[in-house]
């Protein structure tokens, strides 16, 4: 299965770095919602930790709701999903090469957040960069993990497109919280974060064993 899937998130990122538009309008959504929450911010007035992270991890979510819906969407405009379909590899290959495609263009994004955190809401990091690279990486893997499925269950159906916004986020509040109180915990240096870690790693660990179980009744159950 690991082989196919590297195929497919290597083939989605292709499709999606060339040229770049679609990167670029979810990267610049992401710095849009960073810029209107720092124009709330008097001049001078410092902005505390907890809502730079909340910030950061907002701004994340709207981009990835924007990618895995551009991701399932290369195989709907020219019916390549059946192909994809039919192929002999498992249907579980789809779901983890969008997933890994999806993680790959969300920590690209990411990184241009970070930057605009530091810049518009005036915030550094007191802990470890690695640590919080480490923390972030963990929530994205969850994130990436349900995203990739939401993804594949809202797509082929323009009336079923709502469904990825309507379900995504309520499902996504537990990885939302932990990121968060991580985050504020790697801005600030202290470790009082590390608690959600667990909470963290749980989430990634149901939603992406829920979805190698569904994945095959979802993708390949209608056309």
């Known amino acids: 299965m ?8 290597a083939k989605d990122l292709r499709l999606c770095l ?16 960073i810029f209107v929450f720092s124009l709330s911010r008097r001049p001078g007035e410092e902005v505390p930790a907890l809502a730079a992270a909340a910030i950061f ?6 981009a990835q709701v924007l990618v895995f819906s551009g991701l399932y969407a290369l195989e709907e405009g020219n019916g390549a999903r059946l192909g994809l379909a039919m192929s002999p590899m498992p249907p579980q290959a789809v779901w983890l090469g969008k997933a890994m495609a999806g993680l790959v263009l969300i920590l690209c994004c990411q990184l241009v957040f970070a930057v605009a955190v530091a810049a518009f809401l005036g915030q550094g990091v007191a802990g470890s960069p690695a640590l919080g690279g480490a923390t972030v990486l963990v929530v994205d893997l969850g994130l990436a993990g349900l995203g990739s499925f ?3 269950l809202a797509s082929g159906k323009t009336s079923r497109e709502s469904l990825l916004t309507v379900i995504f986020f309520p499902l996504i509040i537990p990885a939302l919280l932990a990121g968060i109180r991580l985050l504020e915990g790697v801005i600030l240096g202290t470790d009082a974060g590390l608690d959600w870690l667990g909470l963290a790693g749980a989430f990634a660990a149901v939603f992406c064993a829920a979805a190698l179980v569904l994945f095959p009744f979802i993708y390949t159950g209608e056309e």
């Open 2 to 9: 690991l082989s196919p899937a590297l195929r497919i998130a």
């Open 18 to 33: 060339r040229g770049a538009q679609g990167l670029a309008q979810t990267a610049l959504l992401g710095l849009l919602v």
């Open 57 to 62: 991890w907002l701004s994340t979510l709207f």
């Open 150 to 152: 939401m993804g594949a």
